[in-house]
């Protein structure tokens, strides 16, 4: 009988041996959300150092570089890693390790197997021969223009990301270059695409993170054309309430029902409000602070026997900065318990993971439907963090209000089209969550 694990190890197996034989310059592997990107990169990256050839890794920001370099460097204890970094860089816990040498000069990491550092360092580094060996993770995060700057360092590259989540971000408005094929306000692993049709990027077929009560929604609403499954049975994951409360309040309501089926919806009554919506932002921090209060366990393949829910385990999104510091405002008056409980934006959030999240919707309470609230992919990392169950919170209406607002932007010829777009996700998503639906009480 073939395991979850099976499957995750013949992909991985394939990914390799595509990347060491091909003969293209690069392969790409799409991931959906918790499929193990960071295990794929830390092994090719082991393989490759440990055959005795030089590999370098690219990631996009400073806290990725890291990670990488931590699990690496523990992975291949008996080899050196270089850190690659900015000047202004200060070594982080995690790569003060014996064998791991940090500089912001590339010549003090010669005698490295490994040297990782972000995209923006590498683009402005410059060497007379190229690497035989370049992975570049998160790659849909990584802009095309990017790619550009530092392709040539590299003889061949894996390009691993989750196709799903946000685009590049760019303050410069990028409506100038729509359409063009080398469009750099594009992902690099889009224009890869687009000008290497003969490049079929590989899929990591499972999810270690979502349980199965989420797996099938985020793969419907998100990835309509890459089909994964959880990497994990019904059985093995769960959660329970040991404290029920004095009195039972919607809130409990929708925990109660998070934790029997991993989905719940707070639904507050129809209002146009601002963006700091104060019921809102008051219903996601009791939720979040109430899951403590219940003394919320969790049960998983980590811990069969269960274990307490702590604060750092939980997760409260938005799509603004101003409704985090609200939140945050907002259970700091919630006293001591909440201390820890993680508030941020849906692009901050990408790539972690946490036990439960309370989502506030990025439609709830608005009078439009702008191009940013239904960008697919700000909806897809918010929807995609947790491991039990995610709770979102927003006001009645939000179906009526994609069917007053279809997308509107502006077509341009030959742009590429991404799809599910965001109105489509939305619906998707939305109808799942009606039946998961507790109302408000007053």
């Known amino acids: ?81 270089g850190r690659l970094s900015g000047e202004d860089y200060t070594p982080t816990p995690p790569v003060q390790l014996p064998n791991v040498t940090v500089s912001n000069r590339l010549n003090d990491l010669s005698r490295c197997q490994v040297v990782v550092g972000t995209a923006a360092k590498w683009s402005r580094c410059e060497s007379p021969t190229q690497w035989p060996w370049a992975i570049v993770d998160e790659a849909y995060q990584m802009r095309s223009d990017m790619l550009l700057l530092i392709a040539p360092l590299f003889e061949r590259m894996l390009f691993v990301g989750d196709p799903g989540q946000l685009d590049p971000f760019s303050t410069v408005d990028g409506e100038r270059w729509a359409g063009l094929a080398w469009d750099p306000m594009q992902s690099a692993v889009a224009v890869l695409l687009r000008n290497n049709p003969d490049i079929q990027p590989h899929r990591l077929p499972l999810s270690w993170r979502l349980p199965p009560s989420a797996t099938p929604v985020v793969q419907r609403a998100f990835y309509p054309f890459s089909p994964f499954g959880p990497g994990t049975d019904p059985a093995t994951r769960g959660l329970s309430m040991p404290v029920p409360g004095i009195r039972r309040t919607a809130a409990d309501e929708v925990i109660s029902l998070a934790a029997r089926t991993g989905w719940g919806f707070y639904e507050l009554p129809h209002r146009n409000t601002v963006r700091t919506d104060e019921e809102a932002v008051a219903a996601t921090a009791d939720i979040a602070v109430r899951l403590l209060q219940r003394g919320t366990e969790t049960f998983c393949e980590d811990a069969p026997n269960g274990r307490r829910l702590a604060p750092g385990r939980i997760a409260i999104g938005a799509v603004h900065r101003a409704q985090v510091a609200a939140i945050n405002q907002q259970l700091r008056g919630l006293g001591d318990i909440a201390t820890g409980i993680r508030v941020d934006t849906a692009n901050r959030l990408q790539g972690a993971e946490f036990d439960i999240t309370v989502v506030l919707h990025p439609l709830s309470g608005r009078i439009d439907a702008t191009a940013f609230h239904l960008e697919s992919g700000r909806l897809c990392v918010l929807a995609s963090r947790h491991r039990h169950a995610c709770i979102v919170v927003g006001r009645r209406g939000i179906p009526e209000l994609l069917d007053a607002h279809p997308s509107t932007e502006p077509m341009h010829l030959n742009a590429l089209i991404k799809f599910p777009d965001g109105w489509e996700a939305n619906q998707a998503v939305l109808a799942h969550l009606a039946e998961h639906r507790v109302p408000a009480t007053p």
Request: no cysteine; charged share 20%.
């Open 1 to 81: 009988m073939t395991t979850p694990r099976d499957l995750a190890e013949a992909a991985t197996t394939a990914i390799i041996r595509d990347f060491t034989t091909t003969i293209r310059r690069g392969v790409v592997v799409d991931s959906p959300p918790g499929a193990g990107k960071s295990t794929l990169v830390v092994r090719v990256a082991a393989e490759i150092a440990a055959a005795g050839e030089p590999i370098m890794v690219v990631a996009q920001t400073n806290a990725q570089v890291d990670d990488l370099v931590n699990k690496i460097a523990r992975q291949l204890p008996g080899h050196a890693i």
